[in-house]
């Protein structure tokens, strides 16, 4: 659904550059089967349809919580606020003025090693 949706987005809209937060499941933390398979198959399309895609472990973010943070049972509110704490980080050059990264276009030639 994600996936058909960003591809319509950038059917309508090509001009624009588009960014995407995905949370990639982990076997450890996973109780669902098909988490695997569909973060397997959603990936060829975030690649084709965005240009810029940050991927975010969900084991790590779990470590992130238990060893850094010393929370002994972390919650969806607990992962979430470190998702957002990522997704701010990696947006503040569009919100605050500076001189490097002041779009998504410049953030793209200076995060991506490889672009298409």
Do not use: W
């Not at 309508?12 to 450890?28: C, H, I, L, W, Y």
């Amino acid at each position: 659904m994600g996936t058909l949706l960003i591809s319509k987005i950038r059917e309508e809209f090509p001009d624009r550059m588009m960014a995407t937060f995905s949370v990639v499941p982990s076997p450890k933390v996973s109780d669902t089967v098909v988490e695997p398979y569909n973060a397997t198959l959603s990936v060829h399309q975030l690649v084709e349809n965005s240009d810029e895609t940050f991927c975010i472990d969900n084991e790590a973010l779990y470590d992130i919580c238990m060893r850094t943070l010393k929370l002994s049972n972390p919650s969806y509110g607990d992962l979430n606020y470190l998702v957002s704490a990522v997704m701010s980080g990696v947006t503040t050059c569009l919100r605050f003025p500076g001189q490097l990264n002041s779009d998504l276009r410049k953030l793209a030639v200076n995060m991506v090693p490889f672009p298409r």
